[in-house]
């Protein structure tokens, strides 16, 4: 690893596998789970994150429930995390989310790449959209959903990802970096 945030992030993807692993998601819980992959100058979507962080925290959901890679660099395990998922870079900044009911029902929601908060799913640009943004539709679905009650997704605006798991893609994102590269024969 040659960047401090290669590092630093690696070590937070321990650090949230070991809590999926060591405090389980329940589905009668907090009702959500999200990961958001970021890039250093989307600070928009760094304040979003903050956000949700803010929600979460004021509903003592754990560390499991919420975690972000990539606010100081696009590091390999924001690459990682991306080929597991089945996105690419050029997807930056993004939040996927999933139900702690259903965790392997996640939507990958874009956002905003810049410093306004506004912006990513806007046909129009620049925030003059007349609807709301699926990162605040998700944010305030979350708020009124009761712990032990289902979180709803069903017509938010985002890339529903088939074969992703969120409660296993820290170890799977942890076990493809660790695997030698593949030999082939010519």
């Known amino acids: 690893m040659s960047h401090h945030y290669d590092q630093h992030d690696h070590e937070k993807l321990l650090r949230w596998r070991n809590d999926l692993a060591a405090a389980p998601i329940e589905p009668d819980g ?3 789970m999200a990961l958001f992959l970021v890039k250093p100058q989307a600070t928009g979507s760094h304040e979003i994150f903050r956000r949700y962080r803010s929600e979460f925290e004021k509903r003592d959901a754990s560390f499991a429930h919420l975690v972000v890679f990539g606010m ?15 996105l690419s870079e050029p997807e930056l900044p993004l939040m996927m989310l999933a139900p702690s009911a259903d965790p392997c029902a996640v939507t990958a929601i874009r ?17 003059t959209c007349d609807y709301l943004a699926a990162w605040q539709d998700v944010l ?18 985002g890339q529903k990802l088939d074969g992703v798991d969120l ?20």
């Not at 100081?72 to 089945?86: F, K, N």
């Not at 306004?116 to 806007?122: H, K, L, P, R």
């Open 72 to 86: 100081h660099g696009i590091s390999a395990t924001v690459r990682g995390l991306l080929d597991q998922a089945g």
């Open 30 to 32: 907090f009702p959500a």
């Open 140 to 157: 305030d679905r979350i708020s009124i959903t009761r712990p032990g009650r289902p979180l709803r997704l069903m017509g938010v605006q």
């Open 167 to 186: 409660r296993e893609l820290a170890g799977s994102a942890l076990e493809a970096a660790a695997a030698p590269p593949s030999l082939t024969a010519n």
């Open 111 to 127: 956002l905003p790449s810049g410093e306004s908060i506004e912006g990513a799913d806007d046909p129009n640009g620049g925030g």
